[in-house]
């Protein structure tokens, strides 16, 4: 079984930096690509960014291009978000989500990612 443990979130002030970490466990983590989404409260879950499964070709949402920064240790069979520069309307929910089938590509969209971790909260103060 699949298992997805976000960790890492919390309250910072805005211009300030957290790191998102996301576990991975149930199958072979180095095969598959894995996204980094976030919702809001009252707004539908977004795309933030996503890797391919060889650490190659990262692809970010407008929102998070030049400010975050995303990255896999397949060692550790684990992805991360680096955030810096945060704004308040960084403020959400953030979610890892790994697709159900291997794929050179890099996902982007909800419906291309099958597996989902619970989400750990980001509040950025002003």
């Known amino acids: 079984q699949v298992q997805l443990v976000e960790s890492g979130g919390g309250l910072v002030q805005a211009g300030g930096s957290l790191r998102l970490s996301c576990a991975a466990s149930?199958?072979?983590?180095?095969?598959?690509?894995m996204g980094w989404f976030r919702q809001a409260p009252g707004k539908e879950r977004e795309f933030v960014a996503a890797?391919?499964?060889?650490?190659?070709?990262?692809r970010y949402a407008d929102s998070a291009k030049g400010r975050f920064t995303i990255s896999r240790d397949n060692a550790k069979n684990t992805v991360y978000l680096q955030m810096d520069s945060l704004k308040p309307e960084d403020t959400a929910v953030y979610y890892c989500a790994s697709p159900r089938s291997l794929t050179i590509a890099t996902p982007y969209r909800n419906d291309e990612y099958h597996y989902w971790g619970q989400g750990t909260q980001v509040t950025v103060s002003s």
């Open positions: 890797i391919n499964w060889n650490n190659n070709n990262p």
């Open positions: 149930g199958r072979a983590f180095r095969n598959y690509a």
